[in-house]
T-cell receptor, first 112, second 115 residues
């Protein structure tokens, strides 16, 4: 079993829909990242969370440390939101401090 | 520059050749990470530098892979005797060390294709 699991793996939505992507992890972490990757492009960090909730525009990220679970929500989705969304957790131990372990990504396609 | 810079952006090489991939982290970032992303997969950890030293190289797949960061800034990932299975996007990230809430900043990646 992977240390970081995302669901769903693929998600198709119509423009305007509310979207949720889930991430569960099984290791101790100091922080969790939500990242966005466009085809052929690099990775952009959307959020870094260690507790609670953060909001940037139409994006909301939450984390429940006790349940080892995080969600990324997109409100009023738009075709330009189409990308791969990746959850990554940051190790808090020893010489691997800061190392990220990634989920497999969720491919989001938003149709007009 | 303001962000993490990786060169080249694309590299096509023949099987058996040697390649070098370069990463320029954000100025002042002491932590530097290399990751490899195969098609359809999430990135996988290769190696982590703290300053000039490799603090964790447990992700390097075999001894054909080696990375250096001699002055604690630019890093080079070196792959000897390349194989078709080495084809992937190689990502570099940097962050401040010792700060609890440090962001990781990623480069655009180098797409390596071994033919």
């Amino acid at each position: 079993k992977n240390e970081v699991e995302q669901s769903p793996q693929n998600l198709t939505a119509q423009e305007g829909e509310f979207i949720t992507i889930n991430c569960s992890y099984s290791v101790g972490i100091s922080a969790l990242h939500w990242l966005q990757q466009h085809p052929g492009g690099g990775i952009v960090s959307l959020f870094m969370l260690s507790s609670g909730k953060k909001k940037h525009g139409r994006l909301i990220a939450t984390i429940n440390i006790q349940e080892k679970h995080s969600s990324l929500h997109i409100t009023a989705s738009h075709p330009r939101d189409s990308a791969v969304y990746i959850c990554a957790v940051r190790s808090h131990r020893g010489t691997s401090y800061g190392k990220l372990t990634f989920g497999q990504g969720t491919i989001l396609t938003v149709h007009p | 520059g303001a962000g993490v810079s990786q060169t080249p952006s694309n590299k096509v090489t023949e099987k058996g050749k040697y390649v070098e991939l370069r990463c320029d982290p954000i100025s002042g970032h002491t932590a530097l990470y290399w990751y490899r992303q195969s098609l359809g997969q999430g990135p996988e950890f290769l190696i982590y530098f703290q300053g000039t030293g490799a603090a964790d190289d447990s992700g390097l797949p075999n001894d054909r892979f080696f990375a250096v960061r001699p002055e604690g800034s630019v890093s080079t990932l070196k792959i000897q005797r390349t194989e078709r299975g080495d084809s992937a996007v190689y990502l570099c990230a940097s962050s401040l060390y010792g700060h609890r809430d440090t962001e990781a900043f990623f480069g655009q990646g180098t797409r390596l294709t071994v033919v």
